[in-house]
C-alpha cells in the first residue's frame, strides 16, 4: 500500500503547477497493481500527462549560485588567484600544453616517433575525473565513491560494468583508495585542475598507442611520465603565452568594471598566484590596463599554493629590474610591491584582516579554497568556467524533455517493483531499459565520454562534493558578480532531504 504514495507527492510537486491537479487525483492508487495491462496503462497516462506539462525555465548561465549563505555587505577585503579566476583563457591553451607535453614525451623520453602523431581532442576529458594510476584507468565517481558505470575508460577503450566489476570486485572504491595520496600513497590522482585536460587525453590516447601496438607497458611509469612532461612544459607555456597574449587570453572590458566598483566602494584586494609575476604581469596588463597594480593592496606571485595556506614560510620581495628576489627580510607588505611566497598567517597580521572579511576567488577547490575555508574562515567563491557550458546543456528542450519523464518513470518503476505477475514485471524490466537509455542519452548531452562534471544519473560527483563543501558561491566568471549589487546577499536554495520530500510539497 505504501508502495505508490511516491506518485502521488511526485505529481503534486511536480504537475500542480502546470494545472493538472484535478487528473492526478486519479492517481490515487492504495495498492500495487498486479495486472499488465492496468500497469500499461499507467504508464500511458502518465506519458500524457508529462507531455502536457510546461517544461522549465531556462537557468542563466550567468548566475552565482550559493552553496552557503553569503552577505556581500560584511566582506571588506577580495582576494584573487590568477589562472582560470582573473584570466580566462581560449581553448588554444589547452592544445599548447598538449603539444608542449607530447613534445616532451618523444624529445626528451624517447617515446616512439609516432606519438607526435596524436592530435588533441577537447572533446574527451572533463575535470574532476580520477586515475587509478597501477591500474591505468580513467574514471568518473560520485560522492559516494562509486564508480558511474559506462565512464571508465583503459586508454581511449570504454569498459563494460563487466569488465569493471572483475577488476574492482565492487561498485563503490574505498576512501582510502580514492584519497590515498592525501597521506602520501597515491592509488588515485583527481584531476580537478583546469590544465588537466590535455594531459588526461595525452595519457589516455598514449596508452591506447601502446595497447594497439602490442608493447609493453608499465601504466604507473606511463603516468609518470606524462605527468613529468606536462609538469615541466610551464616556463614554455609561459614564454609562449606571454608572447602572444592576445591568441591565449580572453579581455573582458567587464573586468575594468567590476574592480572599478570594489575600488569604489572602498574594498581592499590582493592577488596570490602559482604563477611567475612576469607572465601575470604580461596577462593582467592586457586584462586591465596597464596600472593594474592599484587596484591591488597586495600581490604575491610564485606562492606555491597550497602550501601558502599551510606552511609558515617566509615572504620574498621581488627585485623586479633583475626578476629575483631580494635577500632582506619582509616585515610589512606594502602596496605596489611584488612579493613571492610567503604565507597566510603572515598576509594576515600584516593587514589585519579577520577571515570572515574576506572573500577569496579560485578555480581550484583544493589549493585555492579548501584551507582557507575549513581553517581560516575566509569565505570562498569558485569560478568554474565549465558552468556556463553546462547549463546550456541543461536549458536544451530535449535535457528538460528527457530528465523530467525520467523522474516520473522512475517514479512508476519504485511503485511497481512489487508487483508479483509475471507480465508486470516483464514491463517494469522494460522500463528499467528506458530509463538506462534515457540515462545515457542525457550523459552524451554533456560529454559523450563521461557526461556531465556536476553529477552522474541520481548523484553529485565527487568533484561537486568538494566544490560545494569549499566554496560558498560559485559561477562561471568573475564578471558575473556585477550582474548583483555590492552589498548582495547570496542564499542557497532550500534543499529537500530524503525524508523531508513528501512533507515539503503537501
Ligand atoms: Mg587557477
Not at 500527462?49 to 552577505?71: C, H, I, Q, R, T
Amino acid at each position: 500500500m505504501v508502495a505508490m504514495r511516491p506518485l502521488q507527492s511526485f505529481f503534486r510537486a511536480t504537475l500542480a503547477p502546470a494545472g493538472l491537479t484535478t487528473k492526478c487525483r486519479h492517481f490515487t492508487m492504495s495498492a500495487v497493481i498486479n495486472d499488465r495491462h492496468k500497469l500499461q496503462q499507467e504508464y500511458e497516462h502518465n506519458k500524457i500527462l508529462w507531455a502536457g506539462k510546461k517544461l522549465p525555465e531556462d537557468v542563466n548561465p550567468k548566475n552565482v549560485f550559493a552553496s552557503n549563505e553569503l552577505d556581500l555587505s560584511e566582506i571588506k577585503v577580495y582576494g584573487f588567484d590568477y589562472d582560470y579566476t582573473l584570466a580566462n583563457y581560449e581553448p588554444a591553451v589547452e592544445h599548447l600544453i598538449y603539444q608542449l607535453g607530447k613534445n616532451i614525451l618523444v624529445s626528451k623520453y624517447r617515446y616512439p616517433d609516432e606519438i607526435k602523431n596524436l592530435k588533441y581532442d577537447k572533446d574527451f576529458a572533463v575535470r574532476g575525473l580520477h586515475y587509478d594510476i597501477e591500474k591505468g584507468l580513467l574514471m568518473k565517481i560520485d560522492q559516494f565513491q562509486q564508480i558511474q558505470m559506462g565512464s571508465v575508460y583503459s586508454g581511449m577503450t570504454p569498459l563494460s560494468e563487466k569488465e569493471v566489476l572483475e577488476i574492482y570486485g565492487k561498485r563503490a572504491l574505498p576512501l582510502d583508495y580514492v584519497e590515498g595520496h592525501l597521506r602520501g600513497t597515491p592509488k588515485m590522482a583527481h584531476l580537478a585542475d583546469c590544465f588537466s585536460m590535455p594531459e588526461m587525453c595525452l595519457l589516455s590516447q598514449v596508452v591506447q598507442y601502446f595497447k594497439d601496438n602490442d608493447l609493453l607497458y608499465d601504466t604507473v611509469s606511463i603516468f609518470n611520465d606524462v605527468k613529468s612532461a606536462i609538469g615541466s612544459i610551464h616556463p614554455e607555456m609561459h614564454r609562449i603565452v606571454g608572447r602572444n597574449i592576445s591568441e591565449y587570453l580572453i579581455k573582458d572590458a567587464g573586468l575594468v568594471t567590476f574592480f572599478e566598483r570594489l575600488r569604489n566602494s572602498g574594498k581592499e584586494m590582493f592577488l596570490i598566484t602559482n604563477s611567475p609575476f612576469y607572465f601575470v604581469n604580461a596577462g593582467m596588463t592586457y586584462i586591465l590596463g596597464e596600472n593594474w597594480r592599484d587596484y591591488f593592496d597586495v600581490v604575491v606571485a610564485n606562492a606555491k599554493k597550497p602550501n601558502f595556506f599551510v606552511i609558515n614560510r617566509p615572504f620574498r620581495e621581488l627585485n623586479e629590474e633583475i626578476d629575483t628576489q631580494t635577500w632582506g627580510p619582509v616585515n610589512t607588505l606594502e602596496k605596489g610591491k611584488v612579493y613571492l611566497e610567503g604565507n597566510l598567517n603572515h598576509l594576515q597580521k600584516s593587514k589585519c584582516w579577520q577571515g570572515q572579511q574576506v572573500l577569496y576567488f579560485g578555480d581550484h577547490p583544493y589549493s585555492d579554497l579548501a584551507d582557507v575555508s575549513l581553517n581560516h574562515g575566509w569565505r570562498t567563491g569558485a569560478i568554474i568556467w565549465e558552468l556556463d557550458y553546462e547549463i546550456q546543456c541543461l536549458n536544451h528542450e530535449e535535457y528538460k524533455k528527457i530528465s523530467g519523464w525520467l523522474m516520473v518513470l522512475q517514479t512508476l518503476i519504485e511503485s511497481s517493483q512489487d508487483a508479483e505477475d509475471e507480465g508486470c514485471r516483464q514491463l517494469i524490466k522494460e522500463w528499467e531499459k528506458e530509463r538506462d537509455d534515457l540515462r545515457k542519452r542525457t550523459k552524451v548531452l554533456f560529454n559523450q565520454f563521461f557526461g556531465s562534471v556536476f553529477r552522474t544519473h541520481d548523484n553529485p560527483t565527487y568533484f561537486s562534493r568538494r566544490l560545494f563543501r569549499f566554496a560558498d558561491i560559485y559561477t562561471s566568471q568573475l564578471v558575473n558578480l556585477t550582474n548583483y549589487s555590492i552589498n548582495h546577499t547570496y542564499y542557497p536554495r532550500r534543499g529537500v532531504l530524503p525524508h523531508e520530500y513528501k512533507s515539503f510539497f503537501v
